[in-house]
């Protein structure tokens, strides 16, 4: 049944249970994991639960029915708590319905329910309970289980006494109810069960009922009825909530009492009785209880209910009834009701006189009402008639008896005609009459003539006198025929007015003891057209005395029913059925009209008497003739002959022998040779059964003709369970016979059959070899040596015995002698036993073998294994023996291999020879045809790689050729070999070599599969294949790959590895992937540190200079430490050898570690493998092709400080100059000077400097280097320069510092060594500066002058200065001390070194220095200063004859006072040239650059001028800045206009002076709205009016946007003037985007933020000047959209 329909929606109820059951649950515990489960380690042994414990842990569990019970109670109980009560739910299912558990199954259920919490195991129940509604889909034996768990988890809950909560609790258990056991029932004492728990169980138990086996009823009815007699019945009885529990409860209790006792009878082998409970006052109580309840219900009972009720629910109650509880039943019922409650009173044997008493009243009761309400009671009024025929006697005689008659000592014979009926009933009982032929006719002659009453009377007195006297049959038969006869005849004439109750009284009662005198002459007087009742009535009562009818007298009576059933049917017609009307199918019409004379009806005449006959509805009333006819019409209908078996099974064993007889007979003449198999098992089955009884009785001969005659049909059929019928305790002639007639159906049997026959066998001879005088033989009589005993004894069944088995029954047994009848498997027992260390014994066998089948010798190899097995033998310790065993079986396959198929091959190969193959060879695997199957060729590889540790290298070597043979030759037809059905490398590798693939090359692999990828099949690959997969080109693709191949490498095979692998490489061109090769060698260097850490210097040549040599190329960053594996200065330096030798195949990285790692080699112990040579030498040799990664630090650390001398001395100055030239040697300044003011001579350091400026002209040296050089040769350089002359101060100022001298710094300006410098050479230095001034930048410019000034600020002042000396005297002390740093110099500085005014103005004055003023940029303060002080003693002196630097700072002198238009013109040509050149007016790039004196100076020039034509304000230039608005407005505008392209190059025009001179030009017709005039106004066009700027056309604009001039005037221009040109420019044009996009930066901020839209691009507005308002809309828009916020402009 489907899941669905057994987990359903349950009834209402169970919904009302789960919530009573929550409502009282209240959880004792409701923890997980909080008990200790001290049965788990012996549940668990050997079950794996990490599968589940995974699922579980990760929380996804994809099929709960993957895993067994034992798994899941095996499970970390702490991963179990994470299951939800809805997955228990599905795990139960699991249990119940998908894999059902079972018995074996209990402790584990028990266990994993027991790890359920008590909460989540209740939602468990109850969600269960609500889902199973179909509980017959669940397996019995499944709910035992399940309920034997549930009771183990629950039992000692203390809520369990609450008989509600129990009651609850057991509905819960609704769906396994059923599975209730003995074991649970066993763990409720009666005492520790209340009354209402006792109640509350057999409630629930009642739910089960429908399910219940048996055993299980029978259990339940012994504890019910213990607990009632342990604590009395007034639990159910004593008050009316308990009488209505018994009602409720009744049904269920009774069914359990009667299927007790029908098993209790079976166990006795007992005939079925009527079934009572036997304790009295129980029984009493309970009927009584069980009454007070029903008496309310009474009046509404139907005849069903009574019938229920005293017929199946109260007989095992009714023999207590009693008068009180007969009259609770009320006297109105009807006669149905009347007859069903009789009818029940029938099935009781033993009631007692006052009980029948009382029944005799309540039956009078009932029919004296059915008289009165009916007028014709219920079908029997013989009590009334009983009573007028006494008030009669008693009229006549007084109410005499015939004992006061017989007192009066009268014979009677002689007034028998005055006698009443009555005296004449007690004469013929108390006299001799009954004995006397002649008196008995006097008495019945008396009654002729006399009327039916007189007859009547004189029957019934006749009836109860012979009751009184106990009689019970007439001994004279004669008489008691004349009888019969006689009354027969005085009755005839009556017959006709005979009602169904006349017959009835008549023939049951008053003619009863004379009816088995009947003959067809009395038969014959019955008239046959009486009623088919009284038909029945009669028959009734002739089938009471039917065993004392003979055989004539049962056919007579047979003839009268047919004759009268044919009258009746000829009057009914054809389609009626005689006499059926008051009967309910064939067995009643056949019962009530034939009764036990139904054995004389021939079978056809029941099919015409009754159209609708159903032979199988009345078995038992069939003959056994007609049993066994009817078996042969059944022989394909099961059912049909169990019902003939269970119909026999009420027969004698001579009726069951005339069956099989009849049987047997049948068979033959019906030529029958075989019967259908299922038809079969149940005739035998049911025969053998009723025979068992028998069997003790049997002789030889029973069994001989049973065994091998009567049941030859039926004997295919035989199994254990019939065999175990037959006594152990028969003859053995009696077993010889019984086996005998087996064996001739020998073929017929199946091999179950055969072992079941062979037990039976083996039970017998055993319990024979047991008695006293068997002498070690079983049935040893009448049998002489072995071959005839065990042919006589087992017959063609000595196959199937187990050769044990011969020995242990016959101590005397040889094999030897009997080896052509023993079986394979005999002889396998045979070897196992005696020939596993006997080559001879073996052989014998073989030899046997070798002239049987092969199929025999198939089933002697199979079987060897597992006598081995079963001994505990794992190998044939006697080598030669199996080799033997091997060789000789391999020669008998050699003729069926060509025959064989795949499946033969696996069979013989993986199980059958599997214990010999240890012994193959070169010549058995020859034996082995090459052209068989892949998966033939597989399977045998795969057993002989199970082998592969015990056997010998040679045999291995054989099986490998075996291999490399088979494959090579698939190659023949195929391109691979043996690929099929493998899925990928490793599985073809593993299928096809197992584990001799370690003799094949991988060159070889890839020949025999040109798909073989060895990255697929590592972890099968050996050091040296590996090696070679490594090796070829582009099979390892990236790191993985290589980690992967050295899961399989190790420090044991690592050197296989690198040989095969460095002979791969060697071999091919390898080119390798990224990576793979620095992987390889990692993998290398870690497995083999070890070993190269104790290595020799020889051993480490040989493993860097051949070993790695291949791999090294590889070496990375990481690996070099590992490399370095040695201290030693020769190992070192052969490993450093070796590595320099392949630097060009490294990347720098490695180069660079590889240096690092020999430079902390070289630190660890500094010299230490330094001979005192030359220290470049050393570093050659040490750093070898890496010492070009030396630095100057790394150099000299490896030097002690109190070596460095010795070490330097030992460089010669060109080996230093080659050293430090070294492209970024130089790497720490303090180091390089320490090392240059070391290192040896001033002529030393001369030849080093010159060779070192010509190493390093490529400007190598950093400027740390150079001013580190610089100020180490300082000092020497200072030093000399007092004993030196003005060549060598220039060679060493312009060659050898030449290149330093950039780097001169304040500090070494400012050094004592320099200060002392005496000013001649000083003056050099000051020079040589100076002519480098002009590459300077600004700060290094301000750093010099900061150090000339401290020599200069020193004492004389000026410094350097002396008239009388005939060096010193110069004026040009500017020129001489200063030079072009005068810049840097301050009026404040000026005046510290110079502190005399009349030395300055000699200075001043002095040509030189003036010459150097023309090329200075002096401050203004200094720049006046000059000016004035010039001015001051020469104030004629011509203003243009001024240093350019010097005339533009005129201003505020009275320079200009006597000046004429020409002479200023001179002048403003002059500062127009110069001053707006040079700082401070040389910043032209805004409007507003013009300082205040700039604007004076322009002002006072313009200022001399009074008449302005073109040609002059052409020639004011830039001083045009100066005019004032009175002048301008003097202007005419005809001369601003034609002056226009100079005056709009003008820059600083404030807006009065642009607006003036606009003004003017407007007014004189100039016009601006065109793109020339508007280009042509240059700086002017900030002076156009607003109004104008307005009017001028937006094309204007557009075309003079991409002039810079006029976009750089428009953006000095005020910002209305800014804002109406954008807006003008946006204005009436086609695409305002694009001309936003071209819109200048200094104008964007115009751009009003609806133009700037979402399309515009980051391109199209970077580097605009855009104010926040605008910047807010490109944000969202634009900026959002780029995460780079380092291109946004500001």
């Given at each position: 049944?489907?899941?669905?329909m ?13 919530i ?20 788990e ?22 099929d ?15 991963l ?7 997955n ?9 319905v ?12 028990i ?8 909460l ?7 969600k269960v ?5 179909d ?17 183990e ?33 066993q ?21 089960g ?47 359990l009492?009667q299927?007790?006792n029908?098993?209790s009878?079976?166990k ?54 009693s ?57 029997m ?18 109410s005499?008896?015939y ?28 006299s ?29 007195q ?8 106990n009689?019970?049959i ?10 019969l ?5 005085l ?6 007015s005979f009602?169904?109750n ?50 004539s ?7 009268f029913?047919?004759?009268?059933l ?47 006959f ?26 049909h ?9 009420n ?10 007889t009849?049987?047997?007979n049948?068979?033959?003449v019906m030529?029958?040779?075989?019967i ?13 059964r ?41 003859s053995?002639?009696s077993f ?27 039970n ?22 072995t ?15 187990n ?14 002698e ?17 020939a596993?260390n ?18 025999d ?5 199979t ?9 505990g ?28 198929t ?11 020879l599997?214990?010999?193959l ?8 020859d034996?082995i045809?090459i ?6 060729y ?35 037809s ?19 070599f ?7 090359t ?6 025999l ?15 040296s ?9 582009g ?14 490498i ?5 050197i296989?590895?690198i ?10 061109n390898?080119?390798?992937?990224p ?24 051993e ?6 051949t070993?790695?040599q ?5 070496l ?72 070009e ?6 150099t ?41 003011t ?23 040296l950093?400027?740390d ?12 350089f200072a ?19 030449q ?39 600004a ?6 002058f ?27 002390w ?5 030079g ?8 404040t ?5 110079i ?59 009275d320079?200009?006072?006597s ?35 700039s ?21 004011l230039g ?23 392209p100079s005056l ?12 003036a ?29 607003s ?51 071209n819109?200048?930066?200094v104008?964007?901020k ?15 507005i ?6 926040p ?13 780029h ?8």
């Amino acid at each position: 049944m489907r899941l669905n329909m057994v987990f359903q929606w349950p009834w209402p109820w169970t919904l009302i249970v789960s919530i009573t059951f929550a409502c009282l649950v209240t959880p004792v515990n409701t923890q997980e994991c909080d008990d200790t489960f001290t049965d788990e380690l012996g549940i668990c042994e050997g079950d794996n639960s990490m599968a589940l414990e995974s699922e579980l842990h990760s929380g996804n569990i994809s099929d709960y029915c993957n895993f067994t019970v034992s798994q899941y109670a095996c499970a970390q109980c702490t991963l179990l708590t994470n299951l939800t009560s809805d997955n228990l739910v599905l795990i139960f299912n699991c249990f119940v319905v998908t894999n059902p558990v079972n018995s074996s199954d209990l402790n584990a259920t028990i266990l994993f329910m027991k790890k359920i919490s008590l909460l989540k195991f209740e939602e468990l129940l109850e969600k269960v309970n609500k889902k199973i509604n179909d509980t017959f889909s669940v397996p019995l034996m499944t709910k035992e289980v399940i309920l034997r768990a549930v009771w183990e988890r629950c039992k000692d809950d203390s809520r369990l006494k609450n008989a509600t909560f129990l009651g609850a609790f057991l509905q819960l258990l609704r769906p396994f109810i059923a599975g209730i056991s003995e074991p649970i029932l066993q763990s409720l004492p009666y005492w520790s069960v209340s009354c209402d728990g006792f109640k509350a169980f057999v409630q629930g138990f009642n739910a089960g009922l429908a399910e219940m086996t048996s055993i299980t009823k029978e259990a339940l009815e012994k504890w019910i009825f213990g607990y009632i007699n342990a604590t009395g019945v007034s639990c159910i009885t004593n008050t009316s909530e308990s009488k209505e529990w018994l009602m409720k409860n009744w049904e269920f209790i009774n069914d359990l009492v009667q299927v007790a006792n029908l098993t209790s009878q079976k166990k006795k082998s007992s005939a079925v009785s009527i079934t009572v409970i036997q304790n009295e006052a129980v029984r009493g109580t309970l009927l009584n209880s069980l009454f007070v309840n029903l008496k309310p219900v009474f009046p509404v009972f139907t005849p069903i209910n009574y019938t229920n009720w005293f017929q199946k629910q109260l007989p095992i109650l009714l023999p207590s009834i009693s008068g009180s509880d007969l009259a609770s039943i009320p006297t109105n019922i009807t006669c149905e009701s009347y007859q069903a409650i009789m009818k029940g009173f029938d099935n009781v044997l033993n009631f007692t006189v006052s009980q029948l008493e009382n029944i005799h009243n309540f039956s009078n009761n009932i029919l004296a009402h059915q008289l009165i309400s009916s007028g014709t009671g219920c079908t029997m009024n013989m009590t009334e008639n009983h009573k007028r025929i006494q008030q009669k006697f008693q009229q006549s005689f007084q109410s005499s008896p015939y004992g006061n008659f017989s007192a009066l000592n009268f014979s009677g014979f002689g007034l028998l005609d005055r006698l009443t009926p009555q005296i004449l009933a007690g004469l013929t009982v108390n006299s001799d009459a009954l004995n006397n032929t002649e008196k008995i006719s006097q008495i019945i002659d008396t009654l002729v003539g006399r009327n039916a009453s007189a007859l009547y009377a004189d029957l019934a007195q006749f009836v109860n006198d012979i009751q009184e006297m106990n009689i019970t049959i007439f001994q004279n038969a004669k008489v008691r025929g004349l009888m019969l006869s006689k009354i027969i005849l005085l009755l005839e004439p009556l017959f006709p007015s005979f009602n169904t109750n006349d017959y009835i009284d008549l023939f049951k009662t008053k003619l009863f003891l004379l009816l088995p005198s009947i003959t067809r002459k009395e038969l014959a007087i019955i008239p046959t057209n009486i009623s088919c009742e009284s038909y029945q009535a009669i028959i009734q009562s002739l089938n009471d005395v039917y065993l004392n009818l003979s055989k004539s007298q049962r056919g007579e009576v047979y003839n009268f029913s047919k004759n009268f059933l044919s009258f009746k049917l000829s009057s009914a017609g054809s389609l009626g059925i005689p006499c059926e009307s008051n009967t309910n199918g064939t067995r009643d019409w056949l019962l009530k009209n034939f009764h036990k004379f139904m054995t004389e009806v021939a079978y056809p005449d029941l099919l015409l008497l009754n159209k609708n006959f159903s032979a199988f509805e009345i078995l038992d009333l069939l003959s056994t003739q007609q049993l066994s006819g009817l078996t042969l019409k059944s022989l394909n209908n099961t059912s049909h002959i169990s019902m003939i078996i269970e119909a026999l099974g009420n027969r004698t064993y001579n009726d069951l022998i005339v069956y099989i007889t009849q049987f047997v007979n049948n068979t033959q003449v019906m030529s029958i040779k075989t019967i259908q198999g299922t038809t079969r098992d149940t005739l035998l089955r049911g025969i053998m059964r009723l025979l068992q009884p028998q069997f003790e009785r049997f002789s030889t001969t029973d069994y001989a003709v049973w065994f091998q005659n009567r049941l030859y049909l039926l004997l295919p059929s035989i199994t254990t369970k019939e065999l175990s019928t037959i006594p152990r305790n028969i003859s053995c002639e009696s077993f010889r016979a019984i086996l005998k007639g087996l064996d001739n159906l020998f073929l017929n049997f199946t091999l179950s059959q055969c072992h079941e026959i062979s037990i039976f066998g083996k039970n017998f001879l055993n319990f024979q070899l047991s008695l006293s005088g068997s002498l070690g033989i079983a049935c040893s009589d009448g049998t002489n040596g072995t071959r005839e005993w065990i042919m006589n004894t087992f017959f063609r069944f000595m196959t199937i015995f187990n050769y044990s088995d011969f020995t242990a029954l016959n101590k005397n047994f040889s094999g030897f002698e009997v080896l052509d009848l023993l079986s394979p498997q005999q002889l396998s027992a045979l070897s196992v036993t005696t020939a596993l260390n006997n080559t001879d014994k073996i052989s014998q066998i073989l030899e046997a073998l070798a002239s049987r089948s092969f199929s025999d010798l198939a089933i002697y190899i199979t079987q060897i294994n597992r006598d081995m097995q079963e001994v505990g033998i794992t190998t044939i310790e006697n080598t030669r023996v199996r080799d033997i065993l091997l060789s000789r079986i391999m020669e008998l396959l050699i003729l069926q291999f060509p025959t064989f198929t795949t499946i033969d091959y696996i069979d013989w190969f993986q199980t059958k020879l599997c214990f010999l193959l240890p012994s193959i060879t070169e010549n058995e695997l020859d034996i082995i045809p090459i052209n068989i199957t892949c998966r033939a060729y597989q399977a045998i590889v795969e057993e002989l790689d199970k082998l592969y540790l015990e056997i010998t290298t040679e045999q291995q070597e054989d099986i490998f050729d075996f291999i490399a043979d088979y494959l090579t030759h698939q190659l023949d037809s195929t391109e691979t070999a043996c690929t099929v059905h493998t899925n990928g490398s490793m599985d073809w590798l593993l299928i096809n070599f197992g584990r001799f693939r370690s003799f094949v090359t991988y060159n070889k692999l890839q020949v025999l599969n040109k798909n073989f990828i060895g990255l697929n099949a590592i972890t099968l690959l050996s050091a040296s294949q590996l090696g070679e997969l490594s090796g070829n080109n582009g099979t390892l693709k990236n790191s993985y790959d290589v980690q992967q191949i050295f899961k399989n490498i190790n420090t044991d095979n690592v050197i296989k590895f690198i040989d095969a692998f460095r002979t791969a490489v060697n071999q091919t061109n390898v080119v390798f992937a990224p990576g793979v090769h620095a992987a390889l060698l990692g993998e290398v260097l870690n497995l083999i540190q070890s070993v190269l850490s104790n290595a020799s210097s020889t051993e480490l040549q040989f493993w860097f200079g051949t070993r790695l040599q291949t791999l090294l190329p590889g070496l990375n960053e990481s690996m070099v430490p590992s490399v370095f594996v040695t201290e030693s200065c020769n190992g070192s330096q052969i490993i450093i050898s070796t590595l320099s030798s392949i630097k060009p195949q490294l990347d720098t990285n490695v180069q660079e570690a590889i240096y690092r790692n020999i430079l902390t080699s070289v630190k660890a112990s500094l010299l230490r493998c330094y001979r005192n040579g030359s220290f470049i030498h050393y570093l050659n040799n040490r750093f070898q092709n890496f010492s070009e990664f030396l630095t100057l630090t790394d150099t000299f650390l490896q030097v002690p400080h109190n070596q460095l001398v010795e070490v330097l001395n030992t460089i010669k100055p060109s080996e230093l100059a080659d050293l430090l030239s070294r492209p970024g040697f130089i790497d720490d300044s303090r180091i390089l000077i320490t090392v240059l003011t070391t290192y040896g001579s001033v002529q030393n350091l001369v030849t080093f400097i010159t060779d070192f400026n010509q190493k390093v002209r490529d400007g190598r040296l950093t400027d740390d280097n150079q001013a580190a050089i610089l100020k180490a040769f300082w000092f020497r350089f200072a030093t000399a320069l007092t004993e030196t002359n003005d060549t060598e101060v220039d060679e060493w100022l312009n060659v050898r510092l030449q290149p330093y001298l950039p780097f001169i710094t304040t500090e070494l300006l400012a050094s004592n060594i320099t200060l002392l410098i005496p000013c001649l050479p000083y003056r050099k230095i000051v020079r040589t500066l100076n002519a480098r001034y002009n590459k300077m930048t600004a700060s290094k410019r301000k750093e010099i002058f900061r150090g000339i000034k401290i020599y200069l600020q020193r004492d004389p002042k000026p410094k350097c200065y002396n008239a009388s000396h005939p060096v010193l005297n110069s004026s040009a002390w500017f020129v001489n001390y200063l030079g072009l740093f005068m810049n840097q110099m301050s009026l404040t500085d000026l005046h510290f070194f110079i502190d005399n005014e009349t030395k300055l103005q000699e200075f001043v004055e002095n040509p030189e220095n003036q010459a150097l003023l023309v090329k200075l940029k002096l401050s203004t303060e200094i720049s006046s200063f000059f000016v004035n002080l010039l001015l001051k003693n020469n104030p004629d002196l011509n203003v243009t004859s001024l240093p350019n630097s010097l005339v533009c700072f005129i201003h505020g002198t009275d320079a200009f006072k006597s000046f004429d238009e020409q002479e200023t013109l001179a002048v403003i040509e002059k500062i127009n040239e110069v001053c707006w050149r040079i700082s401070p007016f040389n910043d032209t790039s805004s409007a507003s650059f013009l300082s205040d004196d700039s604007r004076k100076l322009s002002i006072v020039l313009v200022s001399k001028f009074g008449n302005f034509s073109v040609n002059l304000l052409n020639s004011l230039g830039q001083t045009a800045v100066g005019l004032s608005l009175s002048q301008i407005s003097s202007i005419d505008g005809n001369i601003l206009q034609e002056a226009l392209p100079s005056l709009g190059e003008v820059k600083g025009w404030n807006l009065g002076q642009a607006k003036a001179i606009v003004a003017k030009l407007l007014k004189d017709g100039f016009q601006v709205n065109n793109t020339q005039n508007l280009l042509k106004l240059g700086s002017l066009v900030s002076g156009i009016p607003s109004s104008t700027f307005q009017r001028i056309d937006p094309g204007v604009f557009t075309a003079v946007i991409t002039d810079p001039t006029f976009v750089e005037n428009i953006g000095a221009a005020p910002q209305p003037i800014q804002f109406i040109y954008v807006l003008q420019m946006l204005k009436n044009v086609a695409d305002p985007l694009t001309t936003v996009k071209n819109i200048p930066s200094v104008l964007a901020k115009w751009v009003p933020p609806v133009m700037l839209t979402s399309n515009l691009n980051l391109s199209d507005i970077n580097n605009k000047q855009w104010d926040p308002r605008q910047a807010a809309v490109f944000f969202g828009s634009i900026v959002k959209n780029h995460n780079n916020y380092d291109i946004f402009s500001n």
